[in-house]
Each structure stands twice: as C-alpha cells, then as structure tokens.
T-cell receptor, first 116, second 114 residues
Framework: AQKITQTQPGMFVQEKEAVTLDCTYD???????LFWYKQPSSGEMIFLIY??????QNATEGRYSLNFQKARKSANLVISASQLGDSAMYFC?????????????FGTGTRLTIIP | DAGVTQSPTHLIKTRGQQVTLRCSPK?????VSWYQQALGQGPQFIFQ???????QRGNFPDRFSGHQFPNYSSELNVNALLLGDSALYLC?????????????FGPGTRLTVL
C-alpha cells in the first residue's frame, strides 16, 4: 500500500519569499509517480508538477520545483517568489508506476497563506 | 479546449435517498476516476472507468457504483445515502495513450446529506 504524509497543516509566508512544503511517502513499488496539486477555496484540484521515480533530475515548472530525495522518500514542493494567489491548500499525491492514469493516493494537505 | 466538467455543483439529499453525479472528461481523455474528499481531508479514490468498464476500485462499499458511456463521460451513483457521504466528489480524467500524463480534475460536486 502507498502512503503520503504531509506534516505541516498550515504555513504562513511573506509575499515574495520562497516556501517549501514537505511531503514524505512510503511504497514498496520500484516504479511510481509523485504529484503536487493546488486546491483553491473553489474546490478544483489544479495539477502543478510531476516527478517519476526513475527521473534523476528534479522536476521544475515555472515557479514550482520538486525536491526529490529518493533515499529519504521525500518529495518537497518549492515555490519561489510567492504571490498572494498562491494562498490555497496543497496536496502531495502518488501513483503506482510512472503513469498518471493510475489511482492517486493523497496526503492530508498543507494550507498555505501568503501574507502581503 | 474544454476541461473536465461536473454537474451539479451542489446537491442536498436526505438519508436513504439515492444520488447521481455526472462528469465529462477533458477532450482527448478516455479514462475517468472518481474521488471523495471529506472536509479537511485529502481526496480518497473511489473507482476508475476505462472502456466502459470499472478498471480499479478503492475501499468503498457497493452502495457506490458507476458507469462510463461510449463518449467517455461518466456517472457516479450512491444508494442509501448516509450522513457520512457528505463530501466534495471530484472527477478526474486522464489518457491511456502517449507518455506520462496526469489526472486533470473537475470543479467537483458538493453533496450534503441531511
């Protein structure tokens, strides 16, 4: 079984600062995918970034980067130069195999609040 | 390019009733997954449909059933509603073709059971 742990229920960050959201995972699979989603108060889950277990380079998408440390089973999300619009819930998730159409297992999320 | 759409946006039912939620996938996607998100929790996988068949199922009772149509749209049915079924129900679509793809979510249907 797969498990995602997010230990930060809430975080407050000053606008324009960088922020790191923690995520650790547990799985016995050799091949898996790691995802981060953003959920604003409207409810829709917005895909941010993906990292495959065999990818040696950390994934980056604009201001988002995923700090993947396989030996430590961590997949932290880094947001550079935070903006007010980044205030939302953030969920880390994983899937079996390196395919996004496998079922996703989510963590409990981190509520990020950006302070002007 | 239309994204994932869901209907209705909100729904109020009473215990024991039945409900049907609907989802249209993103253009080009052939797989639909359903998730239940209780207040303050992360989404939990209910089941996934591909080629009109249930492909994977999470740890949900048989009261939860689904269907996929030839145009890839999908329905989630919940019978004998319980208070604990109150949640945000999210539909996600993805593709089995091509390289790595992710699941794209709709805006959700918020179900309240009284």
């Amino acid at each position: 079984a797969q498990k995602i742990t997010q230990t930060q229920p809430g975080m407050f960050v000053q606008e324009k600062e960088a922020v790191t959201l923690d995520c650790t995972y547990d799985t016995s699979d050799q091949s898996y995918g790691l995802f981060w989603y953003k959920q604003p108060s409207s409810g829709e889950m917005i895909f941010l970034i993906y990292q495959g277990s065999y990818d040696e380079q950390n994934a980056t998408e604009g201001r988002y980067s995923l700090n993947f440390q396989k030996a430590r089973k961590s997949a932290n999300l880094v947001i550079s130069a935070s903006q007010l619009g980044d205030s939302a819930m953030y969920f880390c998730a994983m899937s079996r195999a390196n395919f996004g159409n496998e079922k996703l297992t989510f963590g409990t999320g981190t509520r990020l609040t950006i302070i002007p | 390019d239309a994204g994932v759409t869901q209907s209705p946006t909100h729904l109020i039912k009473t215990r024991g009733q039945q409900v049907t939620l609907r989802c249209s996938p993103k253009s080009g996607h052939d797989t639909v997954s359903w998730y239940q998100q209780a207040l303050g929790q992360g989404p939990q996988f209910i089941f996934q449909y591909y080629e009109e068949e249930e492909r994977q199922r999470g740890n949900f009772p048989d009261r939860f059933s689904g269907h996929q149509f030839p145009n890839y749209s999908s329905e989630l049915n919940v019978n004998a509603l319980l208070l604990g079924d109150s949640a945000l129900y999210l539909c996600a679509s993805s593709s089995t073709t091509g390289s790595v793809d992710t699941q794209y979510f709709g805006p959700g249907t918020r179900l309240t059971v009284l």
